[in-house]
Nanobody, 115 residues
Framework: QVQLVESGGGLVQSGGSLRLSCAAS????????MGWYRQAPGNQRELVAT???????NYADSVKGRFTISRDNAENMVYLQMNSLKPEDTAVYYC?????????WGQGTQVTVSS
């Protein structure tokens, strides 16, 4: 079992920044890839960014150049730095891990960007 706990969401004005954190209950060195997804009301959950254990990253086109995903293997943490936020970034953001062929999700953290 893997527990993922997100934090760092909140209300921010357009153009502002937020940093999301995800704490894992297991060593993230044992997780080949972790990621952030988001879901806005009425929409499907969508990929935001992923990072492999080797540090390779992948981003949705909509966030490239504005968001940065990173990981701290020693602290078992994954972060999402979000800059130049837009109202369309408003969503619940979820941390994800696939560990031993099972998908795990955090409880989500709300990000609201006001115009």
């Amino acid at each position: 079992q893997v527990q993922l706990v997100e934090s760092g969401g909140g209300l921010v004005q357009s153009g502002g920044s937020l940093r999301l954190s995800c704490a894992a209950s297991v060593s993230i060195l044992s997780i080949s890839a972790m990621g952030w997804y988001r879901q806005a009301p009425g929409n499907q959950r969508e990929l935001v960014a992923t990072i492999t254990v080797g540090g390779s990253t992948n981003y949705a086109d909509s966030v490239k150049g504005r968001f940065t995903i990173s990981r701290d293997n020693a602290e078992n943490m994954v972060y999402l730095q979000m800059n130049s936020l837009k109202p369309e970034d408003t969503a619940v953001y979820y941390c994800h891990a696939n560990w031993r062929w099972t998908n795990y999700w955090g409880q989500g953290t709300q990000v609201t960007v006001s115009s």
